[in-house]
């Protein structure tokens, strides 16, 4: 469904290696960054994970206005540590190894992803309704695990427990939901064993 909170507008992904190795630290390198550079609630920030020869770990995927990429290129270069691999279109910096990761995070979106930041999740506190969850975000699509095709009436309710994390499927920001107690739904990644900081969970 379309909405004011859906993504709209030319957009650029910029992709970060900033060395964090779990969901649980690149959670918190979104937030962190989001605060820092005092980024608009129409931001995509995703993780990444990912695994070559020398390391594994979690990249993380921003997907800014156009018009506000420079501004937020040149917050990055100066606010992550040494080491740290960006990656815009043509504009790369930091070391080769970082810097093909990020790639690789700059061209995942909207193919694939993990998001943690994305238009209406400030919405998404305490439980809401199937209706409010796909008006009022940028979710586009709920999946039941173990009932993929089920028709979710608007009223059922989803517990979020302030923590909810859809993934890009091919174009369609989706959302796996499990049954959960009281007959209602509640997201498959649950805050526990890869919550953020108490402050952003």
């Known amino acids: 469904m379309t909405s004011p909170h859906h993504a709209s507008g030319v957009r650029s992904v910029i992709g970060v290696d900033a060395g ?5 630290e690149a959670d918190h390198l ?4 989001l605060d820092q550079l005092a980024l608009t609630d129409d931001v995509f920030a995703c993780t990444h994970l990912f695994r070559t020869d020398e390391r594994r770990g979690t990249a993380v995927s921003l997907t800014v206005p156009h018009a506000a990429v420079d501004d937020v290129w040149r917050e990055l270069l100066t606010s992550l540590p040494a080491g740290t691999g960006l990656a ?3 504009r790369t910096h930091g ?4 810097v093909e990761t990020a790639r690789r995070a700059a ?5 694939s992803g993990r998001a943690v930041a994305y238009p209406g999740v400030a919405h998404l506190t305490g439980t809401v309704t199937v209706a409010d969850l796909l008006d009022r975000t940028a979710v586009e699509r709920l999946v039941v695990l173990g009932a ?3 028709e979710l009436p608007p009223t059922t309710e989803v517990m979020t427990q302030d923590h ?4 890009w499927r091919d174009g369609v920001l989706t959302l796996a939901l499990v049954p959960a107690a009281g ?3 509640a997201p498959f990644e649950v805050p526990n064993p890869t919550p953020c900081c108490a402050d952003h969970s």
């Open 20 to 24: 964090t190795a779990t969901l649980r």
């Open 30 to 33: 979104i937030h962190r960054l």
């Open 88 to 90: 815009l279109a043509g």
């Open 95 to 98: 070391p080769g190894d970082a």
């Open 107 to 111: 061209a995942a979106p909207p193919a």
């Open 148 to 150: 993929p095709d089920a």
């Open 164 to 167: 909810v994390r859809p993934e």
């Open 183 to 185: 007959g209602l739904l």
